[in-house]
């Protein structure tokens, strides 16, 4: 989950009415433990029951909850007297059963290394706190390959693409439609491969199919000078490295996919 993504989480909160907040079907005034009226709201305004103040849960690790951008996301959410937040240690996510995690009636939870996302769902199951975000949908996520068939789904246009699949112990594909598709062929040419019958030339795009796994390259042509553009999750000021390598990775699964020129743009899509 991106800070853009909990931004859109939070502008979606404070955009919530109280009210409509309170009435959710998923929720209950039961859940509620501290009493506030909400602003600008009386006693004769409230609904019946109503008047009490939103506990909102963070659920992640110490890392991503305790960062500059988060700390600015939960100010801004502690300027409204009709919600408290709460961030859960990190030791309790990591040692203690769901039982013993604080509660809260809204609950933002995302996916980082390390964190446990069973237990994550287990809380979510167990207290069924109002979800700002999916939880479950998270772990489609760690995978580019379900991520890019949820975009194909939605109809949301993707470069020309095939995945080289060398950790599948079947060597064909299991739909149907496509029994007869290997999933495991690479022929390597010194400006293009062919992945399962798909030609790339270059420059083109080798991405890992996990999503944990930020290291992708770019390979270019011996008409650009040859080499690879190696990506990997930011250093400092850097996110990546030139290196003469020009041969594709020969062990793991990857997706490859034609690259998409930017003029030098950074482009990233959070949903």
């Not at 209950?28 to 029951?49: C, I, K, R, V």
């Amino acid at each position: 989950m991106s800070y853009t993504e909990l931004e859109q989480g939070y502008q979606g909160l404070v955009g919530l009415g109280y009210y409509e907040f309170c009435n959710n079907s998923n929720f209950t005034m039961s859940q509620f433990s501290q009493t506030t009226l909400p602003l600008g709201e009386t006693d004769d305004d409230a609904p019946e029951g109503s008047g009490k103040q939103v506990i909102v849960g963070i659920c992640a690790m110490a890392k991503k909850s305790e960062s500059k951008p988060m700390k600015e996301i939960l100010t801004r959410l502690d300027d409204f007297d009709q919600i408290k937040t709460i961030v859960f240690p990190e030791e309790t996510i990591l040692k203690l059963p769901v039982e013993e995690w604080p509660l809260c009636d809204c609950l933002v939870s995302f996916h980082s290394k390390g964190f446990p996302l069973d237990k994550a769902i287990s809380y979510a199951k167990l207290r069924s706190p109002y979800i700002i975000n999916n939880i479950e949908m998270q772990y489609e996520l760690q995978d580019r390959r379900k991520v890019y068939s949820i975009l194909e789904r939605e109809r949301i246009l993707l470069p020309r693409y095939a995945v080289l699949d060398r950790d599948s112990p079947d060597p064909k594909s299991n739909s149907q439609q496509h029994a007869e598709i290997k999933m495991h062929e690479l022929i390597e040419s010194e400006d293009h491969v062919e992945v399962n019958g798909v030609t790339f030339n270059k420059p083109f795009v080798e991405k890992p199919v996990s999503a944990e796994d930020h290291n992708i390259y770019i390979y270019y042509p011996t008409s650009a000078g040859g080499g690879s553009q190696r990506l990997f999750r930011k250093i400092g000021s850097r996110s990546s490295v030139y290196s003469p390598e020009s041969r594709v990775r020969k062990t793991g699964s990857f997706i490859y996919e034609d690259f998409m020129p930017t003029d030098g743009t950074d482009v990233k899509v959070s949903f």
